[in-house]
């Protein structure tokens, strides 16, 4: 069974640092594409960040181009995101999603995890 | 970018009612766009992926058409587990996309 397990959320100062980790069981983490997902509260999705298995290329929302970094670590089955310079706006329930394709980044999603609360408030 | 926009926000209709969701977006999407379900403090699940191709383990009673810049989620009939809000989201243009959610509540 495919299961994305996110955490590191939290409260944060704005200006502040975190970093989201997500934990992957149930399938060959290194042969799929990941990205983030975050959706504010009581608002829409909004598409984050990617990492592509096939070439490693990240790719970034241009809200959180500059502040955010995607990584991940196969050998430990886990995605990542480290987020700097944390503004009210980044407040949200972050996703990790499971690309439908396999390594490459094609952008549809069909499996998260229950997502990780970061809120950014003085 | 491409703006997806969905309509209507909200749509009341009794189980066992067909549901009719519109998608439109402000530049041709070829068939990339996808379909999502998301009920009250869940993650989204992937419905239907090409316009038109249901993701696996969906009911055949959603089913998804248009290509271009209109596109349409139609439920068949309403299950009490299909009250939730709808998201269709491009992958056309980068970066990936979503609309603003069609809300299906009970009549």
């Known amino acids: 069974e495919v299961q994305l397990l996110e955490s590191g959320g939290g409260l944060v100062q704005p200006g502040g640092s975190l970093r989201l980790s997500c934990a992957a069981s149930?399938?060959?983490?290194?042969?799929?594409?990941m990205s983030w997902v975050r959706q504010a509260p009581g608002k829409g999705l909004e598409w984050v960040s990617g990492f592509s298995n096939s070439d490693g290329r990240t790719y970034y929302a241009d809200s959180v181009k500059g502040r955010f970094t995607i990584s991940r670590d196969n050998s430990k089955n886990t995605l990542y995101l480290q987020m700097n310079s944390l503004r009210a706006e980044d407040t949200a329930v972050y996703y990790c999603?499971?690309?439908?394709?396999?390594?490459?980044?094609?952008?549809?999603?069909?499996?998260w995890g229950q997502g990780t609360l970061v809120t950014v408030s003085s | 970018e491409i703006v997806l926009t969905q309509s209507p926000a909200t749509l009341s209709l009794s189980p066992g009612e067909r549901g009719t969701l519109s998608c439109r977006a402000s530049?041709?999407?070829?068939?990339?766009l996808a379909w999502y379900q998301q009920k009250p403090g869940q993650a989204p699940r992937l419905l239907i992926y090409?316009?038109?191709n249901r993701a696996p383990g969906i009911p055949a009673r959603f089913s998804g058409s248009g290509s271009g810049t209109d596109f349409t989620l139609t439920i068949s009939s309403l299950e009490p587990e299909d009250f939730a809000v709808y998201y269709c989201q491009q992958r056309s243009n980068w970066p990936p996309g979503f609309g603003g959610g069609t809300k299906v509540e009970i009549k």
């Open positions: 090409d316009a038109s």
């Open positions: 999603a499971r690309d439908t394709s396999g390594s490459y980044l094609r952008g549809y999603f069909d499996y």
């Open positions: 530049q041709s999407v070829s068939s990339y």
């Open positions: 149930g399938f060959t983490f290194s042969s799929y594409a």
